[in-house]
């Protein structure tokens, strides 16, 4: 079955920088779109960037983009969001996802908690 593994979420003061990874397995990693969807406390699901299965294709919301790059390494099946210049608004906990060919997300990991605070 598909399993999602985040990691490299954790503690970040503004300004800074983080990596975030996610392992796929159980599907052909490089046959799907796959993509970044956050949830701040108390809030709803946001969706932060996708990627195409090729990795040749990507997009940003606005409130990310020119700080976050979504890319993936498809020989090693590993999704990544790097962040940058984070803000105290991008605290959340960051889900990645597989798209299914409906369009809909249909597979998600667990989920790595991101707090940006001083």
């Known amino acids: 079955q598909v399993q999602l593994v985040e990691s490299g979420g954790g503690l970040v003061q503004p300004g800074g920088s983080l990596r975030l990874s996610c392992v796929g397995s159980?599907?052909?990693?490089?046959?799907?779109?796959m993509g970044w969807v956050r949830q701040a406390p108390g809030k709803g699901l946001d969706w932060v960037s996708d990627i195409d299965g090729a990795g040749h294709a990507t997009y940003y919301a606005d409130s990310v983009k020119g700080r976050f790059t979504i890319s993936r390494d498809n020989a090693k099946n590993v999704l990544y969001l790097q962040m940058n210049s984070v803000k105290p608004d991008d605290t959340a906990v960051y889900y990645c996802a597989v798209r299914t060919t409906g369009g809909d997300f249909g597979s998600w990991g667990q989920g790595t908690q991101v707090t940006v605070s001083s």
């Open positions: 159980g599907f052909t990693f490089s046959g799907y779109s």
